[in-house]
């Protein structure tokens, strides 16, 4: 069994360098979020270092413009792009203590811009990670019911009812596919989806629905209502680009990972109040868990829920089609 490094010690710099760069082999990468799990103060170094780097990655790409606006002035060749990676090798030379000192005075000085800026970056990171063709599991809860209090459970079928979405359980694939279940107290299950060019509505029995409008079957659904669909998690996230202040924090009680806060700031900007996204520090993190609250203040629905990443695992290929979700013998009727 490997012996722990010193959290003040050179392979721990050595992991969080490679893991910021890219370079660690998996080997490597599981034993950092070993240490991750098992030390709150390896966390909290991570989290800061991921912090740093996207402020002096932002700094970098600040004087990469301001130079390249030079450039573009005196030839008409355009010079090379900077990328994150390559800019974060150009600091490596420092050192790491070197570069944690100076991201350390960043982080102490007033830099709004710059936070601002790497809150913008982490929200780019989860749209992207988002529509990454990535099978994930999340499973939806109801934390504020509104003033409406809880509803009475919907029994079965019948009469036009929808179930609600408490307990309901969303898998996507991508942008633009996911298949959104919830159940009814009987048992049975109401599901909604889209294949990515078709929208589906599967009751329990009767005809199942087919539209060309992908958002025909999302209505009544968290953030359907004020154009943040989360049931679309890559294009939910997007929308949080406009009306809103972004910041970007440690998640408290989760070693290793971040949080978005996301707070409307235009009263005429439709979508939630507020939001905070949890995800894991790394380029490709996906959002592990998302809670939308101030979504129907008005009462016509659930104020405050949660989305949590359940698992991340292959689905069958063909698992966000209609037709893997009811036999053969159900007629289909298009809207």
């Excluded at 003033?147 to 929808?162: E, Y």
């Excluded at 890559?234 to 440690?250: D, K, M, N, P």
């Excluded at 900007?269 to 609250?293: C, K, N, Q, V, Y």
Aim: net charge negative.
């Amino acid at each position: 069994m490997n012996a722990p490094p010193d959290e003040n010690g050179t392979e721990l710099d050595r992991l969080i360098e490679g893991h910021l760069d890219g370079t660690l082999d998996d080997a490597a990468e599981a034993r950092l979020g070993r240490l991750v799990a098992e030390s709150a103060v390896v966390a909290g170094r991570l989290a800061r270092a991921v912090l740093v780097h996207d402020r002096l990655i932002d700094l970098l790409r600040g004087e990469a413009s301001a130079s390249a606006a030079t450039i573009e002035a005196e030839s008409s060749v355009p010079p090379p792009a900077i990328h994150r990676s390559r800019a974060f090798r150009l600091a490596l030379p420092l050192g790491m203590a070197a570069v944690l000192a100076v991201g350390s005075l960043l982080l102490l000085r007033p830099a709004p811009a710059n936070a601002s800026a790497s809150a913008s970056a982490a929200l780019e990171r989860l749209v992207r990670a988002s529509a990454a063709a990535t099978d994930r599991q999340y499973a939806i809860r109801v934390v504020d019911h509104g003033p409406g209090g809880v509803p009475d459970p919907v029994p079965a079928d019948v009469g036009g009812r929808k179930p609600g979405v408490d307990g309901a359980t969303l898998f996507v694939r991508g942008a633009d596919k996911f298949v959104f279940v919830r159940t009814f107290a009987d048992g049975t299950a109401f599901i909604n989806g889209c294949d990515g060019t078709i929208g589906w509505s599967v009751p329990p029995t009767g005809h199942v629905h087919l539209s060309e409008d992908q958002r025909r079957f999302r209505r009544g659904i968290p953030g359907e209502r004020d154009d943040l669909p989360f049931l679309s998690l890559a294009e939910g996230l997007a929308g949080f680009r406009r009306g809103y202040a972004l910041s970007l924090v440690e998640a408290p009680e989760a070693g290793g990972r971040l949080r978005l806060e996301a707070v409307r700031t235009d009263s005429r900007h439709r979508g939630p109040a507020r939001a905070t996204i949890d995800f894991p520090a790394g380029a490709a993190a996906a959002a592990e868990r998302i809670e939308l609250g101030g979504l129907a203040p008005d009462g016509s629905g659930p104020d405050g829920v949660v989305l949590e990443l359940v698992e991340r695992a292959p689905l069958p290929a063909d698992f966000f089609d209609h037709a893997h979700h009811h036999d053969a013998s159900r007629l289909v009727d298009w809207e």
